[in-house]
Protein backbone atom coordinates (compact mmCIF):
# COMPACT_ATOMS: atom_id res chain seq x y z
CA UNK A 1 0.00 0.00 0.00
CA UNK A 2 1.36 3.61 -0.92
CA UNK A 3 1.12 6.52 1.15
CA UNK A 4 -2.06 7.95 -1.13
CA UNK A 5 -3.65 4.26 -0.71
CA UNK A 6 -3.46 4.45 2.51
CA UNK A 7 -4.44 8.15 3.28
CA UNK A 8 -7.92 7.63 1.26
CA UNK A 9 -8.59 4.57 3.61
CA UNK A 10 -7.75 6.46 6.68
CA UNK A 11 -10.13 9.04 5.54
CA UNK A 12 -12.66 6.20 4.80
CA UNK A 13 -12.47 4.63 7.98
CA UNK A 14 -12.81 8.37 9.73
CA UNK A 15 -16.05 8.99 8.02
CA UNK A 16 -17.35 4.92 8.68
CA UNK A 17 -16.29 5.73 12.42
CA UNK A 18 -18.07 9.10 12.53
CA UNK A 19 -21.44 8.06 10.90
CA UNK A 20 -21.58 5.41 13.02
CA UNK A 21 -21.69 7.08 16.05
CA UNK A 22 -23.84 9.57 15.13
CA UNK A 23 -26.51 7.25 14.06
CA UNK A 24 -26.29 5.94 17.37
CA UNK A 25 -26.38 9.02 19.30
CA UNK A 26 -29.96 9.66 17.24
CA UNK A 27 -30.92 6.44 18.24
CA UNK A 28 -30.14 6.97 21.70
CA UNK A 29 -32.30 10.40 21.72
CA UNK A 30 -35.15 8.37 20.39
CA UNK A 31 -35.49 5.66 22.62
CA UNK A 32 -34.90 8.37 25.12
CA UNK A 33 -37.88 10.19 24.22
CA UNK A 34 -39.86 7.18 24.12
CA UNK A 35 -39.41 6.37 28.24
CA UNK A 36 -40.52 9.27 28.40
CA UNK A 37 -43.96 9.13 27.78
CA UNK A 38 -43.73 6.58 31.13
CA UNK A 39 -46.65 6.44 34.32
CA UNK A 40 -45.72 9.37 36.41
CA UNK A 41 -47.47 8.03 39.99
CA UNK A 42 -49.04 10.03 42.14
CA UNK A 43 -51.19 10.32 44.79
CA UNK A 44 -54.42 12.39 46.29
CA UNK A 45 -55.42 12.50 49.49
CA UNK A 46 -58.72 13.80 50.87
CA UNK A 47 -58.68 15.10 54.65
CA UNK A 48 -62.69 15.24 55.00
CA UNK A 49 -63.06 11.53 53.72
CA UNK A 50 -60.07 10.63 55.92
CA UNK A 51 -61.64 11.91 58.71
CA UNK A 52 -65.30 10.44 58.19
CA UNK A 53 -64.12 7.60 60.08
CA UNK A 54 -62.35 8.81 63.08
CA UNK A 55 -59.51 6.00 64.08
CA UNK A 56 -59.95 4.33 61.32
CA UNK A 57 -56.59 2.39 60.54
CA UNK A 58 -57.22 0.14 57.80
CA UNK A 59 -54.72 1.50 54.91
CA UNK A 60 -51.89 1.51 57.75
CA UNK A 61 -52.60 -2.02 58.88
CA UNK A 62 -52.84 -3.52 55.46
CA UNK A 63 -49.56 -1.99 54.10
CA UNK A 64 -47.26 -3.11 57.42
CA UNK A 65 -49.33 -6.40 56.96
CA UNK A 66 -47.97 -7.32 53.06
CA UNK A 67 -45.03 -5.19 53.78
CA UNK A 68 -44.09 -7.03 56.87
CA UNK A 69 -43.54 -4.15 58.60
CA UNK A 70 -42.79 -4.80 62.37
CA UNK A 71 -44.68 -3.27 65.45
CA UNK A 72 -42.07 -2.48 68.33
CA UNK A 73 -43.27 -1.29 71.88
CA UNK A 74 -40.75 1.05 72.22
CA UNK A 75 -41.65 4.21 69.63
CA UNK A 76 -37.63 4.41 69.15
CA UNK A 77 -37.86 1.16 67.54
CA UNK A 78 -40.59 1.76 65.67
CA UNK A 79 -40.93 1.17 61.65
CA UNK A 80 -43.91 3.09 59.54
CA UNK A 81 -44.33 3.38 55.97
CA UNK A 82 -47.77 4.62 56.37
CA UNK A 83 -48.96 6.96 59.54
CA UNK A 84 -51.09 9.40 60.96
CA UNK A 85 -50.18 12.98 62.64
CA UNK A 86 -51.96 15.79 63.55
CA UNK A 87 -52.00 18.85 61.47
CA UNK A 88 -50.40 21.04 63.22
CA UNK A 89 -47.04 18.94 62.92
CA UNK A 90 -47.33 17.67 59.60
CA UNK A 91 -48.29 21.28 58.31
CA UNK A 92 -46.76 23.62 60.66
CA UNK A 93 -45.45 25.48 57.94
CA UNK A 94 -49.52 26.65 57.44
CA UNK A 95 -49.73 29.60 59.87
CA UNK A 96 -52.91 30.61 58.72
CA UNK A 97 -54.58 30.64 62.58
CA UNK A 98 -57.84 30.20 61.50
CA UNK A 99 -57.05 26.88 59.27
CA UNK A 100 -55.10 25.77 62.22
CA UNK A 101 -58.08 26.26 64.95
CA UNK A 102 -60.18 24.53 62.25
CA UNK A 103 -58.11 21.41 61.33
CA UNK A 104 -56.79 21.13 65.65
CA UNK A 105 -58.02 17.50 65.71
CA UNK A 106 -57.50 16.52 62.18
CA UNK A 107 -54.95 13.68 62.03
CA UNK A 108 -53.36 13.68 58.32
CA UNK A 109 -52.59 10.68 56.50
CA UNK A 110 -48.36 10.56 55.93
CA UNK A 111 -46.41 8.72 53.84
CA UNK A 112 -43.16 9.05 51.43
CA UNK A 113 -43.94 11.83 49.00
CA UNK A 114 -41.90 9.93 46.26
CA UNK A 115 -40.64 13.34 44.76
CA UNK A 116 -39.86 14.35 41.55
CA UNK A 117 -36.10 16.03 43.16
CA UNK A 118 -35.95 13.63 45.89
CA UNK A 119 -33.11 14.60 48.28
CA UNK A 120 -32.29 11.51 49.80
CA UNK A 121 -30.88 10.08 46.34
CA UNK A 122 -28.84 12.64 46.20
CA UNK A 123 -27.09 11.85 49.75
CA UNK A 124 -27.29 8.05 49.14
CA UNK A 125 -23.70 6.97 48.75
CA UNK A 126 -24.27 3.30 47.55
CA UNK A 127 -27.31 4.14 45.49
CA UNK A 128 -29.43 2.01 46.90
CA UNK A 129 -32.05 4.70 46.75
CA UNK A 130 -33.11 5.82 43.44
CA UNK A 131 -35.87 7.32 41.36
CA UNK A 132 -37.20 5.24 38.89
CA UNK A 133 -38.37 6.76 35.35
CA UNK A 134 -42.37 6.48 36.65
CA UNK A 135 -41.21 8.32 39.23
CA UNK A 136 -41.18 6.02 42.26
CA UNK A 137 -38.59 6.57 44.58
CA UNK A 138 -37.63 2.89 45.19
CA UNK A 139 -35.18 1.30 47.65
CA UNK A 140 -32.75 -1.43 46.92
CA UNK A 141 -32.13 -3.02 50.49
CA UNK A 142 -29.53 -5.32 49.27
CA UNK A 143 -27.11 -2.56 48.82
CA UNK A 144 -28.07 -0.03 51.69
CA UNK A 145 -25.33 0.40 54.25
CA UNK A 146 -27.71 1.85 56.96
CA UNK A 147 -25.76 4.73 56.86
CA UNK A 148 -29.32 7.51 57.35
CA UNK A 149 -28.20 9.68 55.28
CA UNK A 150 -31.16 9.72 53.44
CA UNK A 151 -33.12 10.36 56.98
CA UNK A 152 -31.54 12.59 57.30
CA UNK A 153 -32.09 14.50 53.76
CA UNK A 154 -35.72 13.56 53.60
CA UNK A 155 -37.76 16.40 54.95
CA UNK A 156 -40.66 14.63 55.93
CA UNK A 157 -39.44 11.70 58.07
CA UNK A 158 -40.84 8.91 56.04
CA UNK A 159 -38.00 6.87 56.11
CA UNK A 160 -37.53 4.68 59.31
CA UNK A 161 -33.92 2.51 60.32
CA UNK A 162 -33.94 -0.92 61.44
CA UNK A 163 -32.61 -0.89 64.91
CA UNK A 164 -32.99 -4.40 65.90
CA UNK A 165 -33.79 -7.50 63.41
CA UNK A 166 -37.37 -7.09 62.76
CA UNK A 167 -38.40 -10.74 61.84
CA UNK A 168 -39.41 -11.63 65.58
CA UNK A 169 -41.42 -8.32 66.11
CA UNK A 170 -44.08 -9.26 62.38
CA UNK A 171 -46.80 -10.49 63.92
CA UNK A 172 -48.21 -12.37 60.21
CA UNK A 173 -45.40 -12.53 58.14
CA UNK A 174 -46.88 -12.45 54.62
CA UNK A 175 -44.29 -15.02 53.02
CA UNK A 176 -44.78 -13.49 49.63
CA UNK A 177 -42.68 -10.18 50.38
CA UNK A 178 -39.67 -10.36 51.77
CA UNK A 179 -38.74 -8.44 55.58
CA UNK A 180 -35.69 -6.48 56.32
CA UNK A 181 -33.12 -6.96 58.35
CA UNK A 182 -30.98 -5.00 60.98
CA UNK A 183 -28.96 -2.42 59.56
CA UNK A 184 -30.78 -0.76 56.79
CA UNK A 185 -33.47 2.09 56.53
CA UNK A 186 -37.06 1.29 54.81
CA UNK A 187 -39.69 3.43 53.01
CA UNK A 188 -43.06 3.53 51.47
CA UNK A 189 -42.42 1.98 47.67
CA UNK A 190 -46.14 3.13 46.09
CA UNK A 191 -46.54 -0.87 46.62
CA UNK A 192 -44.43 -1.13 43.44
CA UNK A 193 -44.67 -4.80 43.42
CA UNK A 194 -48.81 -4.84 42.86
CA UNK A 195 -48.06 -2.02 40.54
CA UNK A 196 -46.12 -4.52 38.72
CA UNK A 197 -49.15 -6.86 38.69
CA UNK A 198 -51.60 -4.43 37.47
CA UNK A 199 -53.29 -3.19 40.81
CA UNK A 200 -52.84 -0.40 42.64
CA UNK A 201 -51.26 0.43 46.04
CA UNK A 202 -53.22 -1.69 48.94
CA UNK A 203 -53.66 1.56 51.36
CA UNK A 204 -55.93 3.31 48.20
CA UNK A 205 -57.92 -0.11 47.89
CA UNK A 206 -58.61 -0.66 50.99
CA UNK A 207 -60.21 2.73 52.25
CA UNK A 208 -63.42 2.45 53.21
CA UNK A 209 -64.11 6.06 52.15
CA UNK A 210 -62.11 6.30 48.79
CA UNK A 211 -60.12 8.86 50.82
CA UNK A 212 -57.33 8.01 48.90
CA UNK A 213 -56.70 8.50 45.24
CA UNK A 214 -54.01 7.03 43.04
CA UNK A 215 -52.86 7.39 39.08
CA UNK A 216 -50.83 8.53 36.35
CA UNK A 217 -49.99 12.32 36.24
CA UNK A 218 -49.07 11.79 32.61
CA UNK A 219 -52.57 10.43 31.47
CA UNK A 220 -55.09 13.66 31.81
CA UNK A 221 -57.81 10.35 32.03
CA UNK A 222 -56.87 9.28 35.12
CA UNK A 223 -58.75 9.60 38.18
CA UNK A 224 -55.68 11.66 39.83
CA UNK A 225 -55.27 14.19 37.20
CA UNK A 226 -59.14 15.03 37.07
CA UNK A 227 -59.13 15.24 41.09
CA UNK A 228 -56.13 17.63 41.17
CA UNK A 229 -57.43 19.83 38.10
CA UNK A 230 -60.64 20.56 39.70
CA UNK A 231 -60.22 20.84 43.54
CA UNK A 232 -57.84 23.29 45.53
CA UNK A 233 -54.46 20.98 46.56
CA UNK A 234 -51.60 21.57 49.26
CA UNK A 235 -48.56 19.96 48.77
CA UNK A 236 -46.00 19.39 52.32
CA UNK A 237 -43.43 21.96 52.49
CA UNK A 238 -43.05 22.67 48.88
CA UNK A 239 -40.99 25.59 49.16
CA UNK A 240 -38.13 22.95 49.36
CA UNK A 241 -38.62 22.22 46.15
CA UNK A 242 -38.75 18.50 46.15
CA UNK A 243 -41.83 18.28 44.06
CA UNK A 244 -43.84 16.02 46.22
CA UNK A 245 -45.92 13.20 44.73
CA UNK A 246 -48.33 12.82 47.40
CA UNK A 247 -51.07 15.95 47.44
CA UNK A 248 -53.34 16.86 50.13
CA UNK A 249 -57.43 17.67 49.41
CA UNK A 250 -59.93 19.02 51.34
CA UNK B 1 38.52 -23.47 70.02
CA UNK B 2 38.28 -26.12 73.35
CA UNK B 3 37.09 -29.53 72.09
CA UNK B 4 34.98 -29.78 75.12
CA UNK B 5 32.99 -26.40 74.46
CA UNK B 6 32.53 -27.53 71.12
CA UNK B 7 30.53 -30.93 72.16
CA UNK B 8 28.58 -29.13 74.13
CA UNK B 9 27.30 -26.75 71.52
CA UNK B 10 26.70 -29.44 69.22
CA UNK B 11 24.71 -31.63 71.66
CA UNK B 12 22.46 -27.89 72.46
CA UNK B 13 22.24 -27.69 69.00
CA UNK B 14 20.72 -31.26 68.52
CA UNK B 15 18.39 -30.89 71.01
CA UNK B 16 16.88 -27.62 69.95
CA UNK B 17 16.27 -29.76 66.19
CA UNK B 18 14.79 -32.59 67.73
CA UNK B 19 12.07 -29.64 69.27
CA UNK B 20 12.08 -27.81 65.77
CA UNK B 21 11.19 -31.90 64.69
CA UNK B 22 8.62 -32.61 67.05
CA UNK B 23 6.83 -29.19 66.68
CA UNK B 24 6.50 -29.37 62.96
CA UNK B 25 5.40 -33.56 63.25
CA UNK B 26 2.32 -31.82 65.72
CA UNK B 27 2.03 -29.02 63.19
CA UNK B 28 1.52 -31.22 60.51
CA UNK B 29 -1.35 -34.22 62.23
CA UNK B 30 -3.49 -30.76 63.22
CA UNK B 31 -3.21 -29.54 59.77
CA UNK B 32 -4.29 -33.42 58.05
CA UNK B 33 -6.68 -34.46 60.67
CA UNK B 34 -9.70 -33.24 59.01
CA UNK B 35 -8.77 -35.50 56.64
CA UNK B 36 -7.48 -38.36 58.69
CA UNK B 37 -10.56 -37.96 60.58
CA UNK B 38 -12.84 -38.49 57.00
CA UNK B 39 -10.69 -41.48 56.49
CA UNK B 40 -11.27 -43.00 59.42
CA UNK B 41 -14.78 -42.76 59.58
CA UNK B 42 -15.05 -43.73 55.73
CA UNK B 43 -16.37 -40.15 54.67
CA UNK B 44 -13.73 -39.73 52.30
CA UNK B 45 -15.74 -39.77 48.78
CA UNK B 46 -18.96 -37.88 50.30
CA UNK B 47 -20.48 -35.82 47.94
CA UNK B 48 -24.26 -33.87 49.68
CA UNK B 49 -27.45 -35.27 48.69
CA UNK B 50 -30.27 -33.24 47.32
CA UNK B 51 -33.62 -33.38 47.28
CA UNK B 52 -36.18 -31.17 45.41
CA UNK B 53 -39.70 -32.98 46.58
CA UNK B 54 -42.28 -30.32 44.74
CA UNK B 55 -40.66 -30.73 41.78
CA UNK B 56 -42.75 -29.04 39.13
CA UNK B 57 -40.88 -29.23 35.43
CA UNK B 58 -37.90 -28.07 34.08
CA UNK B 59 -35.77 -25.98 36.51
CA UNK B 60 -35.29 -22.15 34.88
CA UNK B 61 -31.73 -23.20 33.35
CA UNK B 62 -30.09 -26.84 32.78
CA UNK B 63 -28.52 -28.42 36.29
CA UNK B 64 -25.08 -28.63 35.63
CA UNK B 65 -25.34 -24.24 35.03
CA UNK B 66 -26.89 -24.06 37.82
CA UNK B 67 -24.95 -25.84 39.99
CA UNK B 68 -22.09 -24.11 38.86
CA UNK B 69 -23.58 -20.81 38.34
CA UNK B 70 -27.34 -20.22 40.04
CA UNK B 71 -25.23 -17.38 42.71
CA UNK B 72 -24.59 -15.58 39.18
CA UNK B 73 -27.90 -16.30 37.94
CA UNK B 74 -29.86 -15.36 41.59
CA UNK B 75 -27.79 -12.19 41.51
CA UNK B 76 -28.96 -11.17 37.79
CA UNK B 77 -32.43 -11.30 38.67
CA UNK B 78 -32.06 -9.16 42.06
CA UNK B 79 -30.45 -6.62 40.27
CA UNK B 80 -33.13 -7.05 37.07
CA UNK B 81 -36.48 -7.25 39.36
CA UNK B 82 -35.29 -4.37 41.61
CA UNK B 83 -33.13 -2.16 40.21
CA UNK B 84 -34.32 -2.48 36.70
CA UNK B 85 -38.36 -3.54 37.05
CA UNK B 86 -38.01 -6.76 34.86
CA UNK B 87 -39.81 -9.42 36.76
CA UNK B 88 -40.09 -12.05 33.88
CA UNK B 89 -37.39 -14.45 32.85
CA UNK B 90 -37.08 -15.83 29.79
CA UNK B 91 -34.57 -18.61 29.36
CA UNK B 92 -34.78 -21.68 26.57
CA UNK B 93 -36.76 -23.55 29.07
CA UNK B 94 -39.56 -21.18 29.51
CA UNK B 95 -41.09 -17.80 30.95
CA UNK B 96 -40.27 -17.58 34.65
CA UNK B 97 -41.54 -15.28 37.14
CA UNK B 98 -38.62 -13.71 38.77
CA UNK B 99 -38.60 -14.72 42.29
CA UNK B 100 -36.52 -16.50 44.87
CA UNK B 101 -39.29 -17.52 47.01
CA UNK B 102 -41.70 -17.89 44.61
CA UNK B 103 -40.03 -19.30 41.71
CA UNK B 104 -37.23 -21.04 43.19
CA UNK B 105 -38.28 -22.50 46.65
CA UNK B 106 -41.65 -23.76 44.68
CA UNK B 107 -39.74 -26.89 43.43
CA UNK B 108 -36.63 -26.78 45.78
CA UNK B 109 -38.99 -26.28 48.55
CA UNK B 110 -36.81 -28.28 51.67
CA UNK B 111 -34.15 -25.82 52.11
CA UNK B 112 -32.38 -27.56 54.53
CA UNK B 113 -31.87 -30.76 51.90
CA UNK B 114 -31.21 -28.50 49.35
CA UNK B 115 -29.56 -25.35 50.34
CA UNK B 116 -28.27 -26.15 53.05
CA UNK B 117 -26.39 -29.12 52.19
CA UNK B 118 -24.55 -28.19 50.07
CA UNK B 119 -23.56 -24.67 51.71
CA UNK B 120 -23.09 -26.21 55.18
CA UNK B 121 -20.71 -28.83 53.43
CA UNK B 122 -18.60 -25.87 51.46
CA UNK B 123 -18.85 -23.63 54.74
CA UNK B 124 -20.95 -21.20 53.05
CA UNK B 125 -23.19 -18.76 54.22
CA UNK B 126 -25.75 -16.47 52.32
CA UNK B 127 -27.65 -13.42 54.09
CA UNK B 128 -30.99 -14.43 51.50
CA UNK B 129 -32.61 -15.78 54.41
CA UNK B 130 -32.20 -12.41 56.79
CA UNK B 131 -35.08 -11.19 54.88
CA UNK B 132 -36.58 -13.80 51.99
CA UNK B 133 -38.68 -16.28 53.34
CA UNK B 134 -39.07 -20.32 53.22
CA UNK B 135 -42.71 -21.52 52.48
CA UNK B 136 -43.99 -23.97 55.13
CA UNK B 137 -42.86 -27.87 53.19
CA UNK B 138 -46.08 -29.64 52.20
CA UNK B 139 -46.00 -33.36 53.63
CA UNK B 140 -44.26 -35.83 51.39
CA UNK B 141 -45.84 -38.29 50.06
Known amino acids: MNRRDFLKFAGVLAFGIAAHQSVNLISQSRARDEKKSTKAWAMAISFSACARREGCRDCIDICHLIHNVPEFDNPKDGLRWIWASPYESVFADQTNPFNRGMLKNLSVLCLCNHCDNPPCVKVCPTKATWKREDGIVMMDYHRCIGCRYCMAACPYGARSFNWRDPRPFIKNINKDYPNRMKGVVEKCNFCEERLSQGLIPACVDICPEKALIFGDLNDPDSEVSKVLRARFSIQRRPYLATGPRVFYIF | ?141
Open chain 2, 1 to 141: MNPLILKERLKKRNSFMVKIIIGLICLLIILFSPVGYNVITGRTGYIPLLKTPQYQGDCVEGTIYMRKRHMEVLERWRNAYVRDGIKRYVSINGIYNISLTGTCLKCHSNKAEFCDRCHDYGGIKPGCWDCHHIPEIKAEK
